[in-house]
């Protein structure tokens, strides 16, 4: 089974800086099966990336996933208010089985 | 407006059952893949199982195998999850996401989108 690691746990910024969040898989992970999604207090999770590096429909051009392999990111370019939140890498397997990092929380500094 | 909407969630006691549904509406339900993911209380998303558009495939995280079963009804545009011999280490909320699958350029790709808006369920005495 493939195991995701995200780093760092969390990450203490203030709004307008960058952000850098890394996922690293156990083993090789296929990039179209990689995805990356928000999730805010109280509310369902929201896809952000797929594909390692395709945003999702509305999201903003902040957000940038790259990566291949073992090591993959994401990238919020400047941080907005409503950026504050856990994001969770995602992959799919060839056990036919998904896996999610342990989350990402970025706070306000 | 593409919307899940869970239900069936509750306090039930150890070695109980419970039988979560999911509303999907504002898509063509039939045509996708479609999962359960649970979240225990403060900790991270896990994937529970998944079935394929006509149910013939289905797949389960081995902490639930042989214990829940998930199924569809594409008449009704609905999902389920049977879930029985309930533990406690099973507290958490359940969400119903559809998994969009494509193939373009030799490469498919999958993700969980949309959600819906999960619905608690509570085991213990």
């Known amino acids: 089974e493939i195991v995701l690691t995200q780093s760092p746990g969390t990450l203490s910024l203030s709004p307008g800086e960058r952000a850098t969040l890394s996922c690293r898989a156990s083993?090789?992970?296929?990039?179209?099966?990689l995805a990356w999604y928000q999730q805010k207090p109280g509310q369902a999770p929201r896809l952000l990336i797929y594909?390692?590096?395709s945003r999702a429909t509305g999201i903003p051009d902040r957000f940038s996933g790259s990566g291949s392999g073992t090591d993959f990111t994401l990238t919020i370019s400047r941080l907005e208010p409503e950026d504050f939140a856990v994001y969770y890498c995602?992959?799919?397997?060839?056990?036919?089985?998904?896996?999610f990092g342990q989350g990402t929380k970025v706070e306000i500094k | 407006e593409v919307q899940l909407v869970e239900s069936g969630g509750g306090l039930v006691q150890p070695g109980g059952s419970l039988r979560l549904s999911c509303a999907a509406s504002?898509?063509?339900?039939?045509?996708?893949?479609m999962s359960w993911v649970r979240q225990a209380p403060g900790k991270g998303l896990e994937w529970v199982a998944n079935i394929k558009q006509d149910g013939s495939e289905k797949y389960y995280v081995d902490s639930v195998k042989g214990r829940f079963t998930i199924s569809r009804d594409n008449a009704k545009n609905s999902l389920y999850l049977q879930m029985n011999s309930l533990r406690a280490e099973d507290t958490a909320v359940y969400y119903c996401?559809?998994?969009?699958?494509?193939?373009?350029?030799?490469?498919?790709?999958?993700?969980?989108?949309?959600w819906g808006q999960g619905t608690l369920v509570t085991v213990s005495s």
């Open positions: 594909g390692a590096s």
């Open positions: 504002g898509f063509t339900f039939s045509s996708y893949w």
């Open positions: 083993q090789s992970v296929s990039s179209s099966y």
């Open positions: 996401a559809s998994n969009p699958r494509y193939c373009s350029g030799g490469s498919c790709y999958s993700w969980f989108d949309p």
């Open positions: 995602q992959q799919y397997g060839s056990s036919r089985s998904w896996t």
